[in-house]
């Protein structure tokens, strides 16, 4: 439709369908009106775009009443009594106005009736006028494209004050007062406090259908940018406020399990307040909603980001990424902590790990420096605060020349590069993330402190706490062991390596000085391991005995034993988990934080 003519018909045709559809009243009226009424509005708009005028529909001459006694239609002669009767109390209600004025000196009867009737007229007509600054608009389905140019909250400055700007966001919350409305506005991390007061730009329905929208409504706002006279202070953007000059839903938000600010109070606000909180299940069932709050905006703009860092270093140090089959034929690390599924007619799982062909790419490829950031599945049901099912990991695999500190200390460089990449790049996300959930910055030290195994139990056995030396260190003694470190060395980030044989996969290199030890480490935060690695048996022969020893079937890893026939060169590497890096570095206390959709044994959906 591109002619005024066209418009018009589209118009009419759509409201005598309006028309016939309440004549018929059907049960469902209500909601089988709601999109042809948007389609009319749409139509109305477009009409006006087109032409520069507010659409007014021809005026129908009306037919004379039918008189029933006698079948015939009689022409009315002059106002009925009711009429005459209205007229009547207007004149005399108009005398006595213009008579109490003309006392005052303000004029003479008939400017007076003049003036009000013009007065009342007008501000009928205003409002009129002034309808298509409001209101929702129809679904949006790529039919036109406009010359709106919208603003990122977060892009407004100082700069912008006195223009016009569109902006889409969210109702994080609304305050109607008197003849006007303020609102806060919530797009991603970002917010901003919106106005509007009823005059002769904003009419009182306006007023009233922004203070009618449901909170977490999403909207689209034309506003004039202005300077508050004092700093907003429940806003991120303090020193700016939206002037409201339009308002148009453009998705309501309908029964909403809870409300955002109250997912965004940390405990200590809620505690002090007497404000409710919402509880762990409640926002994950919700995860969508649970999201919008400013402290997992900004945490998973972290994560985001902690993968950057990891793939920015990587490449720096000519590592090349590559992936890997989640779907394979036996277990990658050993033991039953595998999901089993039927291939066709062949028995697979679910990959633990990308370990076996990291090393097949990197030690017998040719690659020499490989790395991936992909899933991890593990079938441990285990329910504790830093356990999944599926995890993010962040994998390498590199040669060696001599020894596996060569990997270690590309490891530490990797994640001082991180830790600052996290703290230069990330200031307002942990500003927000710490309002909700406080934390204490992270302490590290370059290059990063490097303990022996034994050396940790012997710092547990002087703190009183009864370790086994030949057993993998309980999560308990782990946390106590990060607390020792940190009050006797003040980091946070530490190595651990040479731990017991027993402990580790079958590809472990065995220590050569102490069988019952290996060429192993784990790296921690906090006192929790993020990090488990090793150099690698790269010699067939001793990979084929310590897979039988950990009653591996041979057959079941014959591609991954068949690699390292052809020649293969030293190697080692490491796997970190993501999401337990990004809650131990935020000082979180359950994973569940950091994990977008979490599984866990008792969770699959959403």
């Known amino acids: 439709m591109s002619t005024k003519e066209e418009i018009i018909e589209a118009i009419t045709n759509k409201g005598n369908q309006i028309?016939?559809?309440?004549?018929?009243?059907?049960?469902?009226?209500?909601?089988?009106?709601?999109?042809?009424?948007?389609?009319?509005?749409?139509?109305?708009?477009?009409?006006?775009?087109?032409?520069?005028?507010?659409?007014?529909?021809?005026k129908e001459k009306k037919e004379a009443k039918v008189n029933n006694n006698n079948d015939e239609k009689v022409e009315r002669e002059g106002p009925s009594k009711k009429e005459l009767n209205k007229e009547k109390r207007k004149a005399e209600k108009a005398t006595k106005r213009a008579e109490a004025k003309a006392n005052s000196g303000e004029g003479s009867e008939q400017q007076q009736q003049s003036?009000?009737?013009?007065?009342?007229?007008?501000?009928?007509?205003?409002?009129?006028?002034?309808?298509?600054?409001?209101?929702?608009?129809?679904?949006?389905?790529?039919?036109?494209?406009?010359?709106?140019?919208?603003?990122?909250?977060?892009?407004?400055?100082?700069?912008?004050?006195?223009?016009?700007?569109?902006?889409?966001?969210?109702?994080?919350?609304?305050?109607?007062?008197?003849?006007g409305c303020f609102?806060?506005?919530?797009?991603?991390?970002?917010?901003?406090?919106?106005?509007?007061?009823?005059?002769?730009?904003?009419?009182?329905a306006m007023v009233k259908y922004a203070s009618s929208l449901p909170l977490e409504t999403v909207?689209?706002?034309?506003?004039?940018?202005?300077?508050?006279?004092?700093?907003?202070?429940?806003?991120?953007?303090?020193?700016?406020?939206?002037?409201?000059?339009?308002?148009?839903?453009?998705?309501?938000?309908?029964?909403?399990?809870?409300?955002?600010?109250?997912?965004?109070?940390?405990?200590?606000?809620?505690?002090a307040s007497g404000m409710p909180t919402v509880t762990q299940d409640t926002v994950l069932?919700?995860?969508?909603?649970?999201?919008?709050?400013?402290?997992?905006?900004?945490?998973?703009?972290?994560?985001?980001?902690?993968?950057?860092l990891f793939r920015e270093y990587m490449i720096s140090r000519k590592f090349v990424e590559i992936h890997t089959p989640k779907l394979i034929g036996g277990a990658s690390e050993g033991g039953a902590n595998v999901f089993k599924l039927k291939y066709f007619e062949q028995n697979a799982c679910l990959a633990q790990s990308p370990q076996l062909y990291k090393q097949m790419a990197s030690a017998c490829g040719g690659l020499d420096r490989v790395f991936e950031i992909g899933p991890v599945f593990r079938a441990e049901n285990s329910n504790t605060h830093r356990h999944l099912c599926e995890f993010t990991g962040m994998d390498f695999e590199m040669a060696i020349y001599e020894h596996y500190y060569e990997a270690l200390e590309v490891m530490g460089e990797m994640f001082h590069y991180m830790f600052d990449g996290i703290r230069d790049r990330f200031q307002h996300e942990l500003v927000l993330?710490?309002?909700?959930?406080?934390?204490?910055?992270?302490?590290?030290?370059?290059?990063?402190?490097?303990?022996?195994?034994?050396?940790?139990?012997?710092?547990?056995?002087?703190?009183?706490?009864?370790?086994?030396?030949?057993?993998?260190?309980?999560?308990?003694?782990?946390?106590?062991?990060?607390?020792?470190?940190?009050?006797?060395?003040?980091?946070?980030?530490?190595?651990?390596?040479?731990?017991?044989?027993?402990?580790?996969?079958?590809?472990?290199?065995?220590?050569?000085?102490?069988?019952?030890?290996?060429?192993?480490?784990?790296?921690?935060?906090?006192?929790e391991e993020i990090v488990s690695g090793a150099q690698r048996v790269h010699d067939v022969n001793l990979l084929i005995e310590r897979a039988t020893a950990l009653g591996i079937p041979i057959s079941s890893i014959q591609s991954y034993?068949?690699?390292?026939?052809?020649?293969?060169?030293?190697?080692?590497?490491?796997?970190?988990?993501?999401?337990r890096v990004v809650m131990l570095y935020l000082g979180l206390k359950n994973i569940r934080k950091t994990s977008m959709f979490p599984r866990d044994p008792s969770r699959l959906t959403p």
Request: glycine letters at 6%.
């Open 19 to 58: 028309r016939d559809l309440k004549t018929l009243k059907p049960p469902t009226l209500k909601e089988d009106l709601e999109p042809l009424i948007k389609e009319l509005l749409a139509l109305k708009i477009t009409y006006k775009e087109v032409t520069g005028e507010d659409f007014d529909p021809p």
């Open 115 to 179: 003036s009000s009737s013009s007065s009342g007229n007008n501000g009928d007509n205003n409002e009129s006028e002034l309808s298509h600054l409001y209101g929702d608009y129809p679904i949006i389905q790529s039919t036109t494209i406009s010359d709106k140019i919208y603003k990122d909250v977060g892009a407004l400055t100082e700069d912008h004050v006195g223009f016009k700007v569109w902006v889409r966001a969210r109702i994080h919350n609304s305050r109607p007062v008197g003849k």
């Open 183 to 204: 609102l806060v506005l919530r797009q991603q991390i970002d917010s901003v406090q919106a106005v509007l007061f009823q005059g002769s730009t904003v009419p009182k």
């Open 219 to 271: 909207v689209d706002i034309l506003a004039e940018l202005t300077s508050p006279e004092t700093p907003i202070q429940s806003t991120t953007i303090k020193n700016l406020e939206l002037n409201v000059l339009e308002i148009h839903a453009i998705s309501r938000a309908q029964d909403l399990p809870f409300i955002v600010e109250d997912a965004s109070r940390s405990e200590a606000q809620a505690i």
């Open 285 to 308: 069932n919700y995860r969508w909603i649970d999201m919008r709050t400013p402290a997992n905006q900004a945490i998973f703009r972290i994560q985001s980001g902690v993968c950057q």
């Open 433 to 527: 993330i710490s309002q909700q959930y406080p934390f204490e910055p992270l302490q590290y030290q370059r290059p990063p402190l490097r303990i022996t195994f034994a050396e940790g139990i012997a710092l547990l056995k002087a703190d009183g706490v009864n370790a086994p030396e030949e057993e993998d260190i309980s999560t308990t003694d782990e946390k106590r062991l990060g607390a020792i470190v940190k009050e006797k060395y003040g980091v946070d980030f530490y190595i651990m390596d040479k731990y017991p044989l027993a402990v580790r996969p079958f590809y472990t290199m065995p220590d050569p000085e102490n069988p019952k030890l290996s060429n192993s480490y784990d790296l921690f935060i906090r006192g």
């Open 561 to 579: 034993v068949d690699s390292f026939k052809h020649g293969a060169v030293p190697h080692a590497g490491g796997g970190i988990g993501l999401e």
